[in-house]
């Protein structure tokens, strides 16, 4: 009997209404000699001194004032003066001939965009350290900081403020790359730094420049227009040639000797692993071949969420005594990889959230790799060793996931985003082992009904019991939102998700409704096992409540009654199959098509898979790939 318990343990204002009861003008009525006898002296008319009073207290938003002084401040940590934008404004003088009519936003506008990075971008793509950023140190990559900002507009859902931000970044990192000058000086900047400071301030300015190609290719990788996802393609190359450049090599003692100097060496480590990881996504979501191979890696693993977030020296000391040994990716990868008999003593090695997210990002890039290698990867993804031997590598990761003390389910805390994620990446390396829509993966056609189509010509998996866990994360990544209220996540907690999700869950959906129409155009032939029933079984009563909690449940038109286990014999089940199939991929529609998400891609995920389940609904049973 499946024991479904044990794999879900896997995977107000005080506000005095007096205060506007008196004019802020004081107007006088009277006789003309008292207008031309000069100004009313405070003494003459006490109601003045009020007013003047009044008036001072007027936010004078020139100097820089933005609060209303009767009432207590707006607590907002990254406040810009107009003093930082004008030094910023000068560092983008050098690149005035391409910036064209840009003009850089009110400091009001640039303290929201920096505000909208940290609060939604950062924790899931943690190479920026947030504790010791400032914009005028970064003066000398002003592309860098306006690409920071184009993220942050996003995530503020100022979609005209993001594209102008994300088009003078891009325009910027481009002439620097065209002048091979990473490092140009500022106006006002002064000379005479020694050979040291200069390859120093050389090696900085590269990894700058890749940071801002990650940035701009993360923008642009999850737009619906195709001219700015062909712009993501194009710096692939870019990214993948500056930071072979800086080596993706280190020693161990490569830790620096203070928070500062480690901060800096845990950036640069961060940034090239969050490259490969951006990366591969772009492979995984669009087909590409991969930029930067696993086997090129030769870093540690980042550090725990504690000291990356730790917001001082002592505090970085603290969480540093207390985090685990700092594991190198090569030696964490071959721990995955290696065979039973070899790692029967060997316990799981454990890492930090990111450094998990990173290794199932090299275990679904060796997947690729294996199935582009084999000899017909239309009729069957992988050979039955591979898939024992990936299944074994997947769950040594995810006892190492289990195991480590940061590793938590909770959207709201920074340490779950890349924990949600990587189980989310988990899930579908386990789907692709079944099932690959491999050249019918059309993401990046930003049309649903292209993407919908490709996926519906795609060739069902076969029936076997090997799908198990490939059913189980699926039903799973269709289980969290509908406990936790799909409304409620698709309006309210939409910012706190990854793109991975999405993604993620457009393969489970697939592959869950072409296993549904297997059994039910074979169930009459072939009786249902116990397995698939309680499989079946599952995903029904999970349908079910979603009905149950959605205002708009009509569109999921599954009307089929709680399946009971003697339903496995019936000849009558077979309708009912396809009938879940269909309500299967509208619960996941739902909750992507109107989802409050920053990234259009996300968009046309859930349109997408709306239009494959009116597929589904046209064309009937027997008519699947």
């Known amino acids: 009997m499946l024991d479904f318990s044990m794999f879900m343990n896997t995977v107000g204002l005080d506000f005095d209404l007096g205060i506007i009861s008196e004019p802020l003008w004081s107007t006088q009525h009277g006789n003309e000699s008292a207008a031309v006898a000069g100004p009313i002296g405070p003494g003459d008319h006490p109601a003045a001194d009020k007013v003047r009073d009044k008036q001072r207290r007027i936010p004078d938003a020139s100097i820089g004032e933005d609060d209303f002084h009767e009432l207590k401040p707006l607590l907002h940590p990254w406040q810009v003066t107009e003093e930082h934008r004008r030094q910023f404004q000068l560092s983008l003088a050098p690149f005035g001939d391409v910036l064209g009519n840009f003009t850089l936003p009110s400091r ?23 504790p010791t950023f400032n914009v005028a ?58 050979h040291r400071q200069a390859s120093h301030q050389t090696q900085s300015g590269r990894m700058d420049i890749v940071r801002t190609l990650l940035l701009l290719a993360t923008f642009s990788t999850w737009q619906r227009d195709q001219a700015l996802v062909r712009e993501s393609f194009e710096y692939q190359g870019l990214v993948a040639r500056y930071i072979r450049e800086d080596g993706l090599s280190e020693s161990a003692q490569d ?42 890696i030769d870093l540690r693993l980042p550090t725990s969420c504690e000291e990356w977030s730790a917001r001082g020296p002592s505090e ?109 990446l988990l899930g579908l390396a386990h789907v692709r082992l079944h099932f690959e829509l491999g050249r019918r993966r059309r993401l990046q056609s930003g049309d649903p009904d292209v993407v919908a189509t490709a996926a519906f010509e795609a060739p069902p998996p076969q029936r076997s019991p090997r799908l198990l866990q490939a059913l189980l994360h699926s039903a799973h990544a269709i289980n969290i939102p509908v406990q936790l209220g799909v409304d409620y996540l698709t309006k309210c907690q939409a910012f706190f998700w990854g793109v991975q999700h999405s993604l993620c869950s457009f ?10 129409c297997t059994l039910s155009s074979t169930c009459s032939t072939e009786p249902l096992t116990e397995l698939e029933h309680q499989v079946i079984r599952w995903l029904d009563s999970i349908v079910q ?68 389940a009116d597929l589904l609904h046209e064309r009937g049973p027997g008519t699947l790939g």
């Not at 003078?168 to 002064?190: K, M, N, T, W």
């Not at 003593?345 to 679904?364: D, H, K, R």
């Not at 409540?545 to 009307?559: C, G, M």
Request: charged share 25%; with cysteine; glycine share 4%.
């Open 108 to 130: 009001l506008s640039l303290a929201r965009c920096i505000a909208g990075y940290v609060d939604g971008f950062s924790n899931h793509h943690s190479f920026i350290h947030v």
């Open 137 to 194: 140190a970064h003066s000398r990559a002003p592309d860098m900081v306006l690409a920071v900002l184009a993220i942050g507009a996003q995530y503020r859902y100022e979609k005209r403020n993001s594209l102008m931000l994300y088009n003078a970044a891009r325009s910027i990192v481009l002439e620097r790359i065209r002048r091979r000058d990473p490092c140009p000086e500022p106006p006002g900047s002064q000379n005479g730094a020694n």
């Open 255 to 296: 830790d620096g000797g203070d928070w500062l100097g480690w901060s800096r060496i845990e950036v640069d480590r961060r940034t090239k692993l969050c490259a490969f990881g951006l990366l591969n996504l772009q492979t995984l979501a669009y087909n590409l071949p991969p930029a930067i191979l696993s086997n090129e």
């Open 316 to 424: 970085w000391l603290n969480a540093r005594e207390k985090a685990p040994k700092i594991i190198p990716f090569k030696e964490a990868l071959a721990a995955l990889l290696r065979s039973t008999k070899q790692s029967t003593t060997e316990p799981a090695l454990v890492t930090s959230p990111m450094g998990n997210f990173i290794l199932v990002q090299a275990l679904l890039q060796r997947m690729y790799i294996t199935h582009q290698l084999s000899v017909d990867p239309e009729e069957k993804p992988f050979r039955d060793q591979d898939v024992s031997d990936f299944e074994e590598a997947l769950d040594r990761w995810r006892h190492g996931w289990r195991k480590a003390p940061e590793s938590v389910l909770d959207l709201k805390n920074s340490k779950g985003s890349m924990s949600f994620a990587s189980t989310a």
């Open 507 to 516: 393969e489970c959906a697939v592959f869950l409704s072409k296993w549904l």
């Open 545 to 612: 409540e979603a009905k149950t909690s959605l205002d708009e449940a009509d569109e999921i038109i599954y009307t089929g009654d709680e399946l009971t286990p003697d339903d496995r014999y019936s000849t009558q089940i077979s309708m009912d199959l396809y009938r879940l199939s269909i309500a299967v991929v509208r619960v996941f529609a739902h909750m992507f098509k109107r989802c409050n998400t920053t990234w259009p891609v996300v968009e046309v995920i859930g349109q997408s898979l709306e239009r494959y």
